[in-house]
């Protein structure tokens, strides 16, 4: 086990964001950073040079403060930036006279992610009840949470947080039995374009549903595609808004253009990404980079498969909505899980897997906390400590990570 406590821990989950956070401070004055020529033009401020504005956290701010003036930007939603903007504008309002807007910018990225992240601890530890871990178990799972090895994503100006927290509150509210939890997951869907994998619960819902009713229902078919277009819309109204930024000229139109969606063209295009593009010799150090959270999944995977098929076979007698029930418990969650991981295998930057996941799928500090080998257990959390401290190190000196 990793702690025996009934208590929430929120002290706990400070101390580790408050270590992690002065680990970034320590490292940026001890170890030179990477080359950030690339960067410099994006952000003047101080706080830059301290690692709290690297790689994507630096278009994430340009987009805050800029909009969508190059093509490229059209990989990252609009959301986030668009609440950091928000939010930067109302803090710059009392802090004007003390710091740049730039330096703003960043304070604010860094206030609103380590609060969400601190707040999505808690939503963890809910979740894990709802699902029947007990108080330990669950305290266990936020706490694996706070030492998740995507944890300097979590703290900086990236999406992870925000995405993690929609996500999370899009499950509770689903484990209470409401249909709203869709709105949750449109917002997700707003924040990062994998939130449309979200809809994959929608469809699980709806489906098992008129299943254990022997029949097609229709007003469960209204509802679910109203359901499913609500997720979908901010994808079309983010693609229709760039087709109106930079196709209004037709001598000087992307390829896109024709189409109307952007979308695989810009990360094919300025960022690399595509079916098998990322297998190549030289990648193998990343691929090894993410080995260890393709190496969890398949373990989550595997056991989750042999403990439904066994509960199968104990029950074989039973019912047919007893044995539905059986093999139901938490699938969308596990499909979800699988199907993003083999996503993230052959058509992304591999070593993105490991904050992609942490991100998308909360069950995986579920599983973590009701591992019964101590070894597996000990493994599980040196892995996440690993990580979380290394991690913190490489990226606030610019260096890639995951």
Known sequence: AVVSTQSTGGMQVLLIRGSLFLLQIITSFFISPYDTSAFEAYSSSSLASLGYANWDA???????KEGYNYECFGAFFPLYPSILAAFTSILYLFLQTFMSYDTCLILTALLLNNTLFYFNAFLVQKLAKLYGLNDVQAYQAALLYSINPASVFMSVGYTESMFSCLVLLGLIIRESDSQWYFILFCLATGVRSNGLSLILFIL???ILCMIKAGQLLVVNLIVMVVQL????APFLMFQNHLHHLYCSDPNDASPWCEVGISYG???????????FKYWTLQQVPNFLLAAPMFTLVGIILFSWAEGQYNRALEMQQHSRYQLIHIFSFNLAGFLHLGALTVIALFSMHVQVVT?????NCPFLFLYCATIKRPVVSRAVVCYFVVYSVVGTVVHSTFYPWT
């Open 355 to 359: 904050r992609f996941i942490v991100a």
């Open 58 to 64: 630096v278009y994430f701010n340009h987009l805050a």
């Open 229 to 232: 277009a609500t997720c979908i």
């Open 265 to 275: 063209y810009i990360q094919a295009k300025y960022w690399g990404v595509g079916m």
């Open 204 to 206: 699980y819902d709806h």
